[in-house]
């Protein structure tokens, strides 16, 4: 299995709402990680989990919310975003080394964020 | 840090024809270089990579990139361009010291194939 699989694929959500977006893989990977992709930009890196601790928050405000249950699972939880915060998300896994973490992102199809 | 530009944010092509992305990267050190295809509605796959050693690098779907210090150059190419090439291209460096892991991406190329 070499999968990385998110859902929901596709999300309308409100200003008040809160919702969670849901990520895992079975590769045996312990670094995930949460990227965030306007429409013809790259990816933009959130938040990175190595064995299961929160190594890197790019400064992502606080309306978003990482959590690394185990080691195949990532979920983001989402609460009074706002309409520029539309945009794919991502998650991506990769083999980890201990305080080195392996390159080599596999990537799910991402879920498709609009805020109303 | 480390960075890459990619000239070129649109590239059209005929099928069969030659396929050249070209990518320029910036660091003080010799970087770990990536490819990654985006097909439409899709996550990002990667192509290929090259970390050290031999600097002509062989990927997936038949694309291959040249690793040029001297020009701090990663280009990719294919021979021949398929219609399913058509996709959006990252090039991608990140570092090689263990606290230097973030991937850096360019800004990207939009490929389309004409039959």
Not at chain 1, 28 to 57: C, D, T
Not at chain 1, 86 to 114: M, V, W
Not at chain 2, 35 to 57: F, I, R
Request: proline content about 5%; some cysteine.
């Amino acid at each position: 299995d070499t999968e990385v699989t998110q859902t929901p694929k596709h999300l309308v959500m409100g200003m008040t709402n809160k919702k969670s977006l849901k990520c895992e893989q079975h590769m045996g990977h312990r670094a995930m990680y949460w990227y965030k992709q306007k429409a013809k930009k790259p990816p933009e890196l959130m938040f990175v989990y190595s064995y299961e601790k929160l190594s890197i928050n790019e400064s992502v405000p606080s309306r978003f919310s990482p959590e690394c249950p185990n080691s195949s699972l990532l979920n983001l939880h989402l609460h009074a975003l706002q309409p520029e915060d539309s945009a794919l998300y991502l998650c991506a896994s990769s083999q980890a080394i201990r305080d080195r973490i392996n390159e080599k992102l596999f990537f799910g199809s991402g879920t498709q964020l609009s805020v109303l | 840090a480390q960075s890459v530009t990619q000239l070129g944010s649109h590239v059209s092509v005929s099928e069969g024809a030659l396929v050249l992305l070209r990518c320029n990267y910036s660091s003080s050190v010799p970087p770990y270089l990536f490819w990654y295809v985006q097909y439409p509605n899709q996550g990002l796959q990667l192509l290929l990579k090259y970390t050290t050693g031999a600097t002509l690098v062989k990927g997936i779907n038949g694309f291959e990139a040249e690793f040029k210090k001297s020009e701090t150059s990663f280009h990719l190419t294919k021979p021949s361009a398929h219609m399913s090439d058509a996709a959006e291209y990252f090039c991608a460096v990140s570092g090689v010291g263990s606290n230097d892991y973030k991937l850096s991406f360019g800004a990207g190329t939009t490929v389309t194939v004409r039959a």
